[in-house]
Every structure is written in C-alpha cells, then in structure tokens.
C-alpha cells in the first residue's frame, strides 16, 4: 500500500530561528543608529542654544561698550561703567549672567554659554577687545568681540 505525499505547509525550526537572529541584528543595528542620531541633535541644540546666548550677550557687551567711561575685569567679573549706569557680567559654571542698574531699574539676565576660562580685556589704539576661551578639554565655541570704543574708555585693574 503506498501512501501519497503530504505536503506540509509552515516553516521548519531552522527557517524561524534564522528569521528571529536575522530580525535581531537589524533591530540591534537600527537602535544604535537612532541612539547616533539623538546624541547628534542633542549636541546640535546644545550648539545652537549656546550660539543664541553667545550673541544675545555679544549685542549687549557691544552696546554697552561704545559708551562706556570705565570697565574692569576681576577674574570671572565683567564691569562696565557708562554715565550712572552699571552693568556686570559674572561666569558661573556653565553660563553668564549679567545684572544692570540703570535708569531703568534693575535687569538680570542669564547667558547660556557653557564653561569659560575668566574673562580677557584689553584696549588698544581706541579698540576694546574682550575674550572668553574654552577652557582645554572643553567643548564648545570661541568668543571674541572687538569694539570701536569712545576715547575717554578707562581700563580698571
């Protein structure tokens, strides 16, 4: 008595263990892309937040600098004196933060600008150039403003 052939439909244990392995090493390979690409615009935002806050405060260094009478720098302290007017800029940690007394009341604003070595002040030949480096081992980006400044401005050690 002879039987007929069966076929079976399905798939053996071999076939759906190579499925499973196959689908795990795509699923592995496209977690730690998508891990890439998050870090990627983390650092990016982070980059971007701190080139906002860079020249947010380099507009305010740049106005307040043309009419200044006096600045001074004390380490991590930026002072500018311009009429009865007072603004200084303290780095903290990981930011500026500036507070001003002047005919308008009190004003205090925070700079994100990630960790800086102390500030750096010279004047010369009637330009004010002010430097806040990237300490080494640090990441982030340079900041250098070179200001046309009145002639009566006065350097305080």
């Known amino acids: 008595m002879t039987h007929p052939i069966r076929h079976q439909r399905g798939f053996t244990l071999i076939e759906l263990v ?29 980059a971007a937040t701190q080139a906002g806050s860079l020249d947010r405060m380099e507009q305010q260094l740049r106005s307040r600098l043309r009419n200044a009478s006096s600045a001074s720098v004390d380490g991590r302290v930026f002072t500018i004196q311009s009429g009865g007017a007072r603004a200084q800029w303290t780095l903290t940690d990981d930011r500026c933060e500036m507070e001003t007394d002047g005919d308008d ?39 250098r403003l070179v200001v046309v400044s009145n002639n009566s401005l006065e350097v305080l050690e």
């Open 105 to 143: 009341g009190p004003r205090y604003e925070k700079y994100n600008i990630g960790p800086r070595d102390p500030w750096k002040l010279s004047l010369q030949d009637g330009l004010a150039e002010i430097e806040l480096a990237v300490p080494e081992g640090k990441r982030g980006l340079p900041f």
């Open 18 to 46: 190579g499925v499973i392995v196959i689908t795990s090493a795509l699923m592995l390979v496209a977690v730690s892309l998508l891990h890439s690409v998050l870090s990627w615009n983390r650092n990016a935002t982070a």
